[in-house]
């Protein structure tokens, strides 16, 4: 793993991966759990998982799968398709008339990212299907739900939507007890094919979620993701994303609201490899009480790309002097004429807003979450689906 590896290392944890990996452990064995001296993993120290024996989950029923799905809000159209434990669900699960089912297929093993590379080792075959030509196949659900104690999953998801296709995926992420979510999406869009993928993260207190999602867009196609994290006691949501043919479109948006002790970070990795592409990223993070946000987000400009267009904002709410964000916007540009810009900042409620409110009689409670909606909006509002939108503003707070 370039730049990554952790020459000598062992732990619980990385004994238990590497002997249910057997011969796939190999790339696992060589880069080891990354510590804060990987540049990559500064941030967001994985201490948490590494003195866990993690063992493979049992299949969990249709009853408990239910019971998990009432914790976090779902559209109630569309199909759903549930994955429990890292195993299909599947009396619970379906899929629109015209997704063809497929098998999984070799993928670029993303050896420079930990994510990737443990589910390398460790990964069982998620969902993997193909929207076809010109077909519009609507809302999909795709909800990974946990149940256990020391368990962990490494579902590997395939998605290729053919020319002029689309798709809306909501991605719900929820569960009980102490586990580790390690998803791996590949995602490969024909020219002019549309994704949207929303993702709600609101894993249990106690877990840990390491997602990494590769997507290839081609020509005039549109990948438009939207990430809210809210759960877990570490969570990485890790986008890896390549404008591969001109007029390509991608938004790599998210929101951060990060409570206790937790430690939520977006990382992303936007590489325009060809001209006249677009991309934009807008996140923003809440934090409270000792909670800590990290934004890692690489924007890549080959040579060839040139008239790129590329946007990247994160800007973080502090609501405790104790809370804290780590923040790393960057560009690398080898074309000369493009059009690229980032920037941060990072701020505490207006105590002059907040003095207003209560002075018009709103609980002081109340009046913080009023003001923190009011920052959180300009970003959801990127959410294009209303439905999907307002589903998310009920999973702020929860």
């Given at each position: 793993?370039?730049?990554?590896?952790?020459?000598?290392?062992?732990?619980?944890?990385?004994d238990?991966?590497?002997?249910?990996?057997?011969?796939?452990?190999?790339?696992?064995?060589?880069?080891?759990?990354?510590?804060?001296?990987?540049?990559?993993?500064r941030?967001?120290?994985?201490?948490?998982?590494?003195?866990?024996?993690?063992?493979?989950?049992?299949?969990?029923?249709?009853?408990?799968?239910?019971?998990?799905?009432?914790?976090?809000?779902?559209?109630?159209?569309?199909?759903?398709?549930?994955?429990?434990?890292?195993?299909?669900?599947?009396?619970?699960?379906?899929?629109?008339e015209?997704?063809?089912?497929?098998?999984?297929?070799?993928v670029?093993?993303?050896?420079?990212?930990?994510?990737?590379?443990?589910?390398?080792?460790l990964?069982?075959?998620?969902?993997?299907?193909?929207v076809?030509?010109?077909?519009?196949?609507?809302?999909?659900?795709?909800?990974?739900?946990?149940?256990?104690?020391?368990?962990?999953?490494?579902?590997?998801?395939?998605?290729?939507?053919?020319?002029g296709?689309?798709?809306?995926?909501?991605?719900?992420?929820?569960?009980e007890?102490?586990?580790?979510?390690?998803?791996?999406?590949?995602?490969?869009?024909?020219?002019?094919?549309?994704?949207?993928?929303?993702?709600?993260?609101s894993?249990?207190?106690?877990?840990?979620?390491?997602?990494?999602?590769?997507?290839?867009?081609?020509?005039?196609?549109?990948?438009?993701?939207?990430?809210?994290?809210?759960?877990?006691?570490?969570?990485?949501?890790?986008?890896?994303?390549?404008?591969?043919?001109?007029?390509?479109?991608?938004?790599?948006?998210?929101?951060?609201?990060?409570?206790?002790?937790?430690?939520?970070?977006l990382?992303?990795?936007?590489?325009?490899?060809?001209?006249?592409?677009n991309?934009?990223?807008?996140?923003?993070?809440?934090?409270?009480?000792?909670?800590?946000?990290?934004?890692?987000?690489?924007?890549?400009?080959?040579?060839?790309?040139?008239?790129?267009?590329?946007?990247?904002?994160?800007?973080?709410?502090?609501?405790?002097?104790?809370?804290?964000?780590?923040?790393?916007?960057?560009?690398?540009?080898?074309a000369?004429?493009?059009?690229?810009?980032?920037?941060?900042?990072?701020?505490?409620?207006?105590?002059?807003?907040?003095?207003?409110?209560?002075?018009?009689?709103?609980?002081?409670?109340?009046?913080?979450?009023?003001?923190?909606?009011?920052?959180?909006?300009?970003?959801?509002?990127?959410?294009?689906?209303?439905?999907?939108?307002?589903?998310?503003?009920?999973g702020?707070?929860?």
């Open positions: 793993m370039s730049g990554q590896s952790v020459a000598g290392q062992t732990s619980a944890a990385l238990a991966f590497v002997e249910r990996a057997a011969a796939r452990s190999t790339v696992l064995t060589g880069t080891g759990i990354p510590t804060r001296r990987v540049e990559a993993w941030y967001t120290p994985l201490r948490s998982i590494t003195e866990i024996v993690w063992k493979e989950a049992a299949p969990l029923d249709a009853a408990s799968a239910k019971n998990l799905l009432d914790k976090i809000a779902y559209p109630a159209n569309g199909h759903l398709f549930i994955f429990g434990n890292g195993r299909e669900v599947t009396s619970l699960s379906s899929l629109p015209n997704v063809l089912r497929t098998d999984a297929e070799a670029d093993p993303l050896e420079d990212r930990f994510s990737a590379v443990l589910n390398g080792a990964g069982r075959d998620g969902l993997s299907i193909r076809p030509k010109n077909v519009d196949a609507g809302l999909l659900t795709l909800a990974t739900l946990h149940q256990g104690s020391a368990i962990s999953t490494h579902l590997r998801h395939r998605i290729v939507l053919e020319e296709a689309s798709l809306t995926l909501f991605d719900a992420n929820v569960g007890g102490e586990y580790l979510s390690n998803p791996r999406f590949d995602i490969i869009l024909a020219e002019g094919a549309r994704l949207r993928h929303v993702k709600h993260q894993e249990a207190e106690n877990a840990a979620h390491l997602a990494i999602i590769n997507v290839e867009v081609q020509g005039n196609a549109e990948y438009d993701s939207f990430t809210l994290n809210s759960g877990g006691s570490v969570a990485r949501h890790e986008v890896v994303t390549t404008l591969a043919a001109p007029h390509a479109l991608v938004h790599v948006n998210g929101v951060q609201v990060v409570n206790g002790t937790r430690l939520n970070d990382t992303s990795m936007i590489h325009h490899a060809a001209p006249d592409c991309s934009r990223q807008t996140v923003k993070t809440v934090l409270s009480d000792t909670a800590q946000g990290v934004f890692q987000g690489k924007i890549l400009v080959d040579r060839v790309a040139q008239k790129t267009d590329g946007y990247q904002m994160n800007q973080a709410l502090l609501l405790s002097e104790k809370a804290q964000i780590n923040s790393k916007p960057e560009l690398e540009i080898y000369d004429d493009v059009k690229c810009s980032h920037g941060a900042t990072v701020g505490a409620l207006d105590d002059e807003q907040l003095f207003y409110l209560r002075s018009r009689g709103v609980p002081e409670a109340e009046a913080r979450d009023i003001l923190v909606t009011a920052f959180l909006t300009d970003a959801l509002e990127l959410v294009a689906d209303e439905a999907l939108r307002e589903l998310l503003l009920k702020l707070f929860s």
